[in-house]
């Protein structure tokens, strides 16, 4: 293969870096393949390389990594059977709104017509439908543009991953320079439409708002607050949010909405006017019956998302950025006066266990968030505990609450890595399941080598409990064995270990909040197999 440049001009990789420099992603992650090793000839010293055992764990971490920086993250894979590994984290970071800038390997021009080893056919079709473009340039000069093209699409409302396809030998040929360039990343809402829902905010009797992920992405959690205390609106948290969107222990924070339709009409009722906010209306996970919202409500909703602006059954939806919209409502906005609504019932404390028995997970739970600060930022993926986390964990601050959007296992351990990396005097806590931890249980590996203060805390129930919790649900006798659904004999102190990073298995209650507070302080990653019940 030619490696020396046709002319003395830049390259497409001196034009692709350069690019990328002044678009602030100086960080790559990766897998590298024969197909992409030209790209990386003189990796610039200002850059640096992370390096995922596999895709699924490369596009985690850049998930996590691009939603703590708030900017697109950059992304290699190898050809098709890379982007293959990736599909499915692709697809969470889709429904997560992420913005990453995914390069693929491709094999060389020439001998592309001859179905070469390792060649990509289908390049562009391979991640459809959930990249918001994908695009295999037509001649190599146009790489650097097509990278700064996926970027600002990448970037612009609803946010989400694009790919770019580059053959083996464009890396090394001459392109012109490419300059960033300031291009619109919000949306302003259509006045009229918001002066209607403004209108039914105002004349509203028992207001509530209903608050999603757009909020957190958008840095919009003061506004919100400030709309909610104005309006003594209860606040419910959509259900299945991948962030967190007001502060849990907020006097007029009334708890998590389920996915389930008839449970979510119960919880409105009583309430005329409801304000859905950087949430879709409503995100359901089981079928369900009867109307969408109680009788005489009406809803109004804020959303980035054209998509979920349309498909809404009920409501007027304004498509907008969350900040800009709410800075738009707040000048709309004439509250009557109105009485506080009743504070929302705690639970009662989570009691050790007794002798001989599990922890439950509700007293781990309230163990870690009282030794926790509150700017730790939690991520977790732990499905049957999500309810007692709810209840036992508050998010106390924005931008400290990460989960997928996606139902799609194998995000949480790689997000927390690309978290920490993108903030790294912050405590990560990747609060996972015994199940969720096994689908990307080498993101360990990159906690240890880049000696991140992660606590790992595996909440151990052996078994993917979520999944016996639901089998009545679909005419399972209750207890009924489910098959594929029992998790003996995983050691995660051994796996911890085997990745470098030092781990303690917890099974009496007495040692928990000394192991936790360890955990938190250590100067590196930590794990900690919490066996509950
Ligand atoms: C990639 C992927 N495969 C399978 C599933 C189906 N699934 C949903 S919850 C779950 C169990 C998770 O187990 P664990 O992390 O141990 O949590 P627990 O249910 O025990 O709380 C599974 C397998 C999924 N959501 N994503
Ligand atoms: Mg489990």
């Given at each position: 293969?030619?490696?020396s440049?046709?002319?003395?001009?830049?390259?497409?990789?001196?034009?692709?870096?350069?690019?990328?420099?002044?678009?602030?992603?100086?960080t790559?992650?990766?897998?590298?393949?024969?197909?992409?090793?030209?790209?990386f000839?003189?990796?610039?010293?200002?850059?640096?390389?992370?390096?995922?055992?596999?895709e699924?764990v490369?596009?985690?971490?850049?998930?996590?990594?691009?939603?703590?920086t708030?900017?697109?993250?950059?992304i290699?894979?190898?050809s098709?059977?890379g982007?293959g590994h990736?599909?499915?984290a692709?697809?969470?970071?889709?429904?997560?709104?992420?913005?990453?800038?995914?390069?693929?390997?491709q094999?060389?021009?020439?001998?592309?017509?001859?179905?070469?080893?390792?060649?990509s056919?289908r390049?562009?079709?391979?991640?459809?439908?959930?990249?918001?473009?994908a695009?295999e340039?037509?001649?190599?000069?146009?790489?650097?543009?097509?990278?700064a093209?996926a970027?600002?699409?990448a970037?612009?409302?609803p946010?989400?991953p694009?790919?770019?396809s580059?053959?083996a030998?464009?890396?090394?040929m001459?392109?012109?320079?490419?300059?960033?360039?300031?291009?619109?990343?919000?949306?302003?809402?259509?006045?009229?439409?918001l002066?209607?829902?403004?209108?039914?905010?105002?004349a509203?009797?028992?207001?509530?708002?209903?608050?999603?992920?757009?909020?957190?992405?958008?840095?919009?959690w003061?506004?919100?607050?400030?709309l909610?205390?104005?309006?003594?609106?209860?606040?419910f948290?959509?259900?299945?949010?991948?962030?967190?969107?007001?502060?849990?222990h907020?006097?007029?924070?009334?708890?998590?909405l389920p996915?389930m339709?008839?449970?979510?009409?119960?919880?409105?009722t009583?309430?005329?006017?409801?304000?859905?906010?950087?949430?879709?209306?409503?995100?359901?996970?089981?079928?369900?019956?009867?109307?969408?919202?109680?009788a005489?409500?009406?809803?109004?909703?804020?959303i980035?998302?054209?998509e979920?602006?349309a498909?809404a059954?009920?409501?007027?939806?304004?498509l907008?950025?969350?900040?800009l919209g709410?800075?738009?409502?707040?000048?709309?906005?004439?509250?009557?006066?109105?009485?506080?609504?009743?504070?929302?019932?705690?639970?009662?404390?989570?009691?050790?266990?007794?002798?001989g028995?599990?922890?439950?997970?509700a007293?781990?739970?309230?163990?870690?968030?009282?030794?926790?600060?509150?700017?730790s930022?939690i991520?977790?993926?732990?499905?049957s505990a999500?309810?007692v986390m709810?209840?036992?964990?508050?998010?106390l601050?924005?931008?400290?609450?990460?989960?997928?959007?996606?139902?799609?296992?194998?995000?949480?351990m790689?997000?927390?890595?690309?978290?920490?990396?993108?903030?790294?005097?912050?405590?990560?806590?990747?609060l996972?399941?015994?199940?969720?931890?096994m689908?990307?249980?080498?993101?360990?590996?990159?906690?240890?080598?880049a000696?991140?203060p992660?606590?790992?805390?595996?909440?151990?129930?052996?078994r993917?409990?979520?999944?016996?919790?639901f089998?009545?649900?679909?005419?399972?006798?209750?207890?009924?064995?489910v098959e594929g659904?029992?998790?003996?004999?995983l050691?995660?102190?051994?796996?911890a270990?085997?990745?470098?990073v030092?781990?303690?298995?917890?099974?009496?209650?007495?040692?928990?909040?000394?192991?936790?507070?360890?955990?938190?302080?250590?100067?590196?990653?930590?794990l900690l197999?919490?066996e509950?019940n």
């Open positions: 293969m030619n490696t440049p046709a002319s003395s001009g830049p390259t497409v990789r001196d034009a692709t870096y350069a690019l990328l420099r002044g678009l602030g992603m100086t790559v992650f990766g897998n590298p393949g024969s197909t992409e090793l030209s790209m000839l003189d990796f610039p010293r200002d850059f640096r390389y992370v390096l995922g055992l596999q699924s490369v596009v985690g971490m850049a998930d996590g990594f691009a939603q703590a708030r900017n697109a993250a950059f290699n894979l190898h098709a059977v982007v990736a599909m499915g692709i697809f969470t970071a889709y429904r997560n709104r992420t913005p990453l800038l995914i390069t693929a390997g094999q060389a021009r020439g001998i592309l017509p001859f179905d070469p080893f390792l060649s056919v390049a562009t079709e391979l991640p459809r439908p959930y990249v918001k473009w695009v340039p037509a001649r190599a000069e146009d790489v650097p543009r097509a990278i093209r970027y600002y699409l970037m612009m409302p946010r989400g694009v790919l770019v580059v053959p030998d464009d890396w090394n001459p392109a012109d320079w490419v300059q960033p360039r300031r291009v619109s990343r919000a949306l302003r809402p259509e006045p009229a439409l002066a209607e829902i403004a209108a039914a905010l105002n509203a009797r028992k207001p509530a708002f209903v608050v999603g992920a757009a909020i957190d992405r958008d840095g919009a003061d506004a919100t607050v400030q909610a205390e104005a309006h003594q609106a209860r606040v948290h959509a259900p299945m949010s991948g962030r967190c969107g007001f502060p849990n907020h006097p007029l924070f009334a708890g998590y996915p339709r008839e449970r979510i009409v119960e919880r409105l009583g309430h005329d006017f409801v304000l859905v906010i950087g949430a879709p209306a409503f995100t359901y996970h089981v079928d369900g019956q009867g109307p969408f919202l109680p005489g409500t009406t809803l109004g909703q804020l980035d998302d054209p979920i602006a498909w059954p009920e409501g007027s939806a304004v907008c950025s969350i900040g709410l800075q738009d409502l707040q000048v709309l906005s004439s509250p009557p006066a109105r009485t506080p609504p009743p504070p929302r019932l705690l639970p009662a404390r989570a009691e050790p266990p007794a002798p028995e599990r922890m439950s997970v007293y781990v739970l309230q163990t870690l968030a009282e030794v926790r600060s509150p700017d930022i991520v977790e993926e732990a499905p999500r309810p709810h209840e036992r964990l508050p998010i601050q924005a931008e400290t609450f990460h989960e997928m959007c996606s139902g799609g296992l194998g995000f949480g790689s997000a927390a890595v690309g978290v920490a990396l993108a903030q790294p005097d912050r405590r990560v806590i990747a996972i399941g015994d199940g969720s931890a689908y990307t249980i080498q993101s360990l590996w990159n906690a240890a080598q000696k991140l992660i606590a790992f805390v595996i909440l151990k129930n052996r993917y409990a979520a999944l016996q919790d089998a009545p649900q679909f005419g399972f006798a209750p207890g009924a064995k659904s029992a998790l003996p004999d050691d995660f102190v051994a796996l270990a085997g990745h470098g030092a781990g303690r298995r917890i099974d009496d209650a007495t040692q928990l909040r000394e192991a936790l507070q360890l955990a938190l302080c250590a100067t590196g990653p930590t197999e919490v509950v």
